[in-house]
């Protein structure tokens, strides 16, 4: 029996709302949507889509994934990310990657080529070498931007950070707050979907938090946390990874529609148990289950998505919080 095909994505939770790069990030959310969607149409699998559609934004340059990935504290980049095939539970996923430039692509080498599920650091760039993937280009004027901004702020503040590197330590809630206040647009990139045959499937791709500590991993590479797909829920997260990684969000929206098969009352389930166990403004997500019907949930002030309705695409970056 064919199913109904669906695919939702998200750019990241977080201030959307003040973001300088909005309209761009909404087109670019919207283009990739599309090439999913198209992807299901012509009968390709739930991977396919995903993994397409995550390295179209990751080739954007406008979101933090792959080419437009933010900078870390020292000014370099290390890339996260993850995919899961809800239909026979394979992993891929690839941690602090710094000279590739779709770690998607090769988060799905790791699952389909290899025998581990996360592959990291050097070895991942490696691998991304042999399979022939393109390198990670320098960064965009705007990403400089943005990290210039993030060190300004630093310096104003404690000219005498950059001193000594215990100094990163010894002022970590200070620089904690720098952080989270540059952190206006956690434009982090997931896409779930499923296909005509009913297969599930998730992936995520991230530069991970802006200034965050050189070789900082987050939840994108993290099974359960910032990814999962089973024959039941497909999930990709967004927010501070290590706030997702406690609540282990993806895995626990899909114990949650195990009880009450139901997506959007396991949605709601999930985000009210992270408010109560890690507090609000700390993440969101997209889910879509085995009948192709598509959820989100946050508890930022936006997050950026771009789903169907209609048979048209839609991105906002304002999503109605409940919805059914
Ligand atoms: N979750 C990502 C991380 O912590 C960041 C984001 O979603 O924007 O690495």
Same mark, same amino acid.
């Given at each position: ?33 599309? %090439? ?59 941690? =602090? ?52 901004? =993030? ?5 104003? @503040? ?49 530069? @991970? ?57 396991? =949605? ?21 289950? %085995?009948? @192709? ?8 002030? =936006? ?22």
């Amino acid at each position: 029996m064919l199913m109904r095909p669906n695919i939702i994505l998200h750019g990241g939770a977080g201030r959307w709302t003040r973001a300088k790069h909005v309209d761009k990030a909404q087109e670019v959310v919207a283009k990739c949507t599309e %090439k999913g969607m198209s992807i299901l149409r012509n009968n390709g699998s739930a991977v396919d889509a995903v993994v397409e559609a995550v390295k179209c934004t990751e080739d954007s340059g406008y979101l933090n994934a792959g080419v437009g990935s933010v900078l870390d504290f020292m000014g370099g980049r290390s890339l996260d990310a993850g995919v899961m095939d809800g239909s026979t539970g394979r992993i891929g996923a690839v941690a =602090a990657v710094t000279a590739t430039r779709n770690p998607v692509v090769l988060a799905r080498i790791v699952m389909e080529k290899t025998d581990h599920h996360l592959i990291g650091g050097r070895g991942a760039d490696l691998l991304a070498f042999l399979n022939g993937l393109p390198p990670l280009p320098p960064p965009p004027p705007h990403v400089w931007e943005r990290y210039q901004e =993030a060190v300004k702020k630093l310096l104003e @503040g404690k000219p005498e950070i950059y001193k000594k590197i215990t100094d990163f330590l010894e002022n970590y809630d200070f620089i904690r707050k720098i952080i989270e206040e540059a952190l206006d647009t956690g434009d982090t990139v997931g896409a779930v979907a499923v296909d005509s045959m009913g297969r599930l499937a998730a992936a995520v791709s991230t530069g @991970g938090v802006i200034m965050k500590f050189p070789g900082r991993i987050g939840d994108s590479p993290i099974p359960g946390a910032g990814f999962y797909a089973s024959e039941y829920t497909a999930c990709s997260a967004t927010g501070i990874g290590e706030k997702i990684i406690e609540c282990m969000v993806c895995k626990q929206l899909d114990t949650y529609y195990r009880e009450t098969r139901d997506i959007v009352a396991a =949605a709601e389930k999930t985000i009210e148990y992270v408010d109560k166990l890690v507090g609000e403004n700390t993440m969101g997500f997209i889910a879509v289950d %085995k009948n @192709g019907e598509v959820v989100w949930a946050y508890n930022t002030e =936006a997050m950026l998505i771009g789903y169907y309705e209609d048979g048209e695409v839609r991105t906002t970056i304002k999503p109605p919080r409940n919805k059914r």
